[in-house]
């Protein structure tokens, strides 16, 4: 694992639990974890259970003992990361976004495609996926269960910069993060989006706002804590986003990214609607879908909050009785599942990079109509 | 109309509205309000709009020109006044409960049947059967919508009192409000889980509980307002009253009333489980209804949250379009809707005396129960 | 009154009850009520309590014992009415959206200025502003209590058509609608968000969308009800509206209406974020108000459900007792209270004719804007 | 740790966890599972990451290289082997309930008593004390923010056996299992109730209710599932346990345990009312608590949902960002985390063996009082 920042935490959890649930092809074995700081980096493989730790990631995949590079850093040094690991022959799993810009990301689609041509396989992280609710989403869609989708609206808020107080750091630097809440936080939502629907974004209209824009400078940063100091700067990023995008099946999507939603912790949420039945969530919610069936006994018809975790449900055979919570973690632990089983059955692992470089097009395109007056822009 | 407090404001709305969305058989005319201060009288007819005022029920319902006396006075005087009208011929809607003891219920009932002999017919007005969510939860379990009934939980909690200096008022006295919370809101619960399951209650175990023995007196009352003084008053009700009743079908229900749950203005609640389904149901938020249907596909099942104002549903019909909420006050208009068209057609209205008496003595039974260390006691 | 479809009887509603709940200058009289059909208007005057009919509106607004003409006809009707009346002298409150285009709503703006000089007055009827939690909203606000004003969304989902075989009805045809979604009930959205912040909107950016083309023509239609014929006829007006606006103070908004919305019957709703907290409101669930209060102790911050049900709170001191609903109709009461007293005082009831006429300048600049590629377009 | 169902994988997760993400003074080792059946056992120390596996743990318990004996089999077998480990020397966890007899109770309580002289420390596994949300309950009301406790009421509807065809299990034989709904999840409302009050019942009055007498034998039974026969056998437990309890300074407790209760999957629900505000938690929620503060703005009073996932709420430091939902499991390992704690500290972990003994005889009070017509019994 290469990075270890709080999704390091996550993933090691991830690697060390799914083996003890799931009944996988093999037992992952936590090997090495990587960071610039060789002093931390050993502090990490300490805490979070890895034999090994290292300062440099290129001898790291240049070992015969490692299968699999999994990638935790920030975005800027995804595509150099992934490329060198997948030439090297390991298979990659890639936090998202992608990569911060269209081209790197391009790269990197296009290496996974030469691996996988080869039996080695990248897949990125969009873990929100693998939240038992979203994929019984999408089964339900699958299924028609309400009918053919007619609309849809999903949103990602989280208050954590509200605070115009709250201190700049490296994620509202574009150098850095390639975007604000758009890249941040409004790929889930694409990337939700389009696996519940099945189906992709082909053009966006939208708006770009920075609401503080500048912000102090922590002295002796530490993650988010610190002291902050007289020193103030510029926020070169978006703090909330919003599009209207169109999927190719003609359906409009209403969008929305924020890091302002004061009181908004985690609320990724979605309702799409169809002719014969909606489906509704929220991220603050985990456990619950709500479903409304159009076809139900007009006086009895409402929306049903289903409790998803009962047996059958997806990947929830693996845990607990009924009626019992999963939290944030266990979305790290399906992936590793589906990941590692999809690699032992030779098949490609979703989603793929080619999928991760659809929502940094479609992410692209939203910056572009926004700096075109919110012009309708091409996702391509 | 023999009362002018807060119930005769609910009461002078419904039979001002009723008749403008029910089609009734006459158009009710608001003749006279009586009050025991004149002065009070005129200014309630004047601000109700009822035709005239007097001070002397007496009077009024020896007049010709009366066919009905709807009476929201305190409990201790419902049982001479109802008797008195049943006997001069006239109609009688009685508020809840019924009266302060079972004696005087017992009368009540007895006058009622005799009345209704000769087609004059007697109603107790536990309006909150005529949410329309309550009716439809009658509906569904009649319908056997969740089977079997099993089990039951019923409360109402307020907090009016959770205040220690909260002053003293008739509803504390013994003498005049009959019992504390359990009558005044107990009540409801009773008849409310008797209706909705058709099933009576037969004993019950319980306990009463006072909280708060005594309260300062106010000077120059004026309703819940006033100056508090330094006397203080001591409370001879109950504040709490916690009890199990075991219904003709053997099923136990489980039941509380208090006036001291902090945070709960109104929150008269049920939950039926039943071998098929459930039902859940709370006024704070009296426009929907909880289903749990234990048929459906176990993927996809939930408790229901049906929005109760779609075309269909009890008493909607009449109102507004689908999604629009009614209120509070629209159970007194289907109670008058349900009054005069029972007496219309020469059937007797529910509830009657006969039923108030009924819930009457089970509140007389939990007050021996509690009074007996919690020792069952029969409801007869 | 002039109009008897649905809007008839929540206006006859209020003009019968508000005065029996407030202290209003003079109890209303209700005299007449104005129909094409003269049956017709003669059955809603028996059935809501008006003592006359007619089927001349211009008689009528002659006539000198006629203080106030309340229109509550389709929107192609209001600008020559309202004209009509308030030249003749007589105060005008009339249904929104304020007209179907512009100029129409221009031409009545104007008149009502010119009557406005001779103290008669006019109103438009975004009743929704007289919700309690709306109004506490505005006063929250309007307090500082969240801070400075960072973002909103505001939506209005309904479903009466997410069936596609639901008949054609004026409301989809633009000649006599003016617009779909967007005038029906994206214009309530706008004026609520505009109400609750204080703010005007000065441009938007937007798509309006119809999902369904044609639909079935009723035979002997009679309201939403009939028989489907096989003759179809195409629908010439939004079903969902989708824009982004720009307040005078600079933020942004982001709007969503829709009557494709399946399962939501009638969700208006707002969140707004602001600096210091935040509030959010669901018409569907009308008598609560969630507040994020930034400032409390951070161990114990959340979304507050304010029950909108106690003394204090906007309008509620003349209804219930705490914890006691207030209904959709109540807001029309609550209309009238604010109508009659500012007569009364001499002064400009709001929302006027100019408020309603910036709504209209906003549907247009969101119909302008999505015929060019969601543009951004000024609203002046 | 000795025993293998489904409490051995949540009890071997925790094992494997807290040390990753709580600072232990030391990681613990998971060295050998015990199970009666060898293979079994051989299979659950490959799934769960256990070094060795054993069908003896008279002999485990005798080994050197064992610290803690961590006990996860049915009630009846709880006794003997504590005391055999405790006696041992080893510290001890055992599962809730602490056996299924008070005379067991009281010998394991005198034996952990006679080890924790000696620095050997025993513990009872209510860990639903430790779900982060009951925490803070706990320390809220510690700090008074709710006043004076005044009431509550506590239950925990499960709907495992709602369906009267689903098998019989050695949960519905009073010899393995002690009790029905009263020792299994009525227990933990218990122990709930008492740790967030931080107050002990002293009496009890109630009434055990078994709804389904007999069920089908399942042929080659594993765990629930299996091929139901045509055998019956009687059900010797209590279906559904309602009881009210008087706490130690003097406030009623309503409490109700079923397994009956439709459409319920796990909901531990509490409300508890004092003089300044009141608490309300319901474990199918389990990230948030309900707060209400009747010392705020009477304008802006209300329930506030909080989100118990941010820095400073209990355990949270050690887990995710704010707002990233834990699940049923992280209780377990914030009972290791406490256990381990205590025992490096020398310090008594909670809640002891005499914890535990008190909620047994809570239990047998409850027994006591249905089979005398629900007399109040005395906790002794």
Not at 185 to 208: C, E, K, P
Request: overall charge negative; proline content about 3%; some cysteine.
């Amino acid at each position: 694992m290469v990075g270890n920042g709080f999704m390091g935490a996550a993933h090691s959890q991830a690697w060390r639990v799914a083996g003890r649930f799931f009944d996988l092809p093999r037992q992952p074995e936590m090997t090495v974890v990587v960071g610039r700081d060789a002093d931390r980096a050993a502090d990490a493989a300490a805490k979070w259970g890895w034999e090994e730790s290292s300062a440099d990631w290129r001898e790291v995949i240049a070992r015969d003992d490692i299968d699999l590079v999994d990638i935790v850093t920030p975005g800027f040094s995804h595509a150099e990361i992934a490329i060198a690991a997948l030439e090297a022959g390991k298979h990659v799993l890639c936090e998202k976004p992608l990569a911060n810009t269209v081209a790197e990301a391009e790269r990197m689609a296009e290496a996974a495609r030469r691996a996988a041509a080869s039996g080695v396989y990248a897949m990125v992280g969009f873990t929100y996926r693998r939240v038992p609710a979203a994929a019984l989403a999408r089964d339900l869609i699958a299924a028609g269960r309400i009918g053919t989708v007619r609309q849809l609206s999903v949103s990602y808020l989280q208050d954590w910069l509200a605070d115009e107080n709250a201190p700049f750091t490296w994620r509202l630097d574009k150098e850095q993060a390639g975007s604000g809440a758009l890249g941040d936080i409004g790929a889930h939502a694409i990337d939700l989006a389009q696996f519940i629907t099945g189906r992709s974004l082909v053009s966006v209209s939208g708006t770009l706002e920075t609401l503080v824009s500048e912000r102090p400078v922590l002295v002796e940063a530490q993650g988010l804590s610190g002291t902050a100091g007289e020193e103030k700067q510029t926020v070169t990023v978006d703090d909330r986003a919003l599009f209207t995008g169109r999927f190719d099946d003609g359906v409009l999507g209403a969008f929305e990214a924020s890091r302002f939603s004061t009181g908004r912790k985690n609320a990724l949420r979605f309702e799409v609607s169809g002719s014969l039945g909606a489906l509704s969530f929220d991220l603050e919610d985990l456990n619950s879908l709500q479903l409304f069936d159009a076809t139900a006994d007009p006086l009895t018809q409402g929306f049903t909050k289903i409790i998803v975790t009962e047996p059958g449900h997806p990947y929830l055979d693996a845990w607990w009785p009924a009626g019992h919570a999963l939290g944030y973690e266990h979305g790290f632990s399906h992936q590793v599942r589906d990941l590692v089983t999809a690699i032992a059955a030779g098949e490609q692992p979703t989603p793929s990079f080619d999928d991760g470089l659809q929502v940094q097009r479609a992410l692209d395109a939203v910056e572009r109509s926004s700096d075109a007056g919110s012009a309708w822009k091409e996702i391509s």
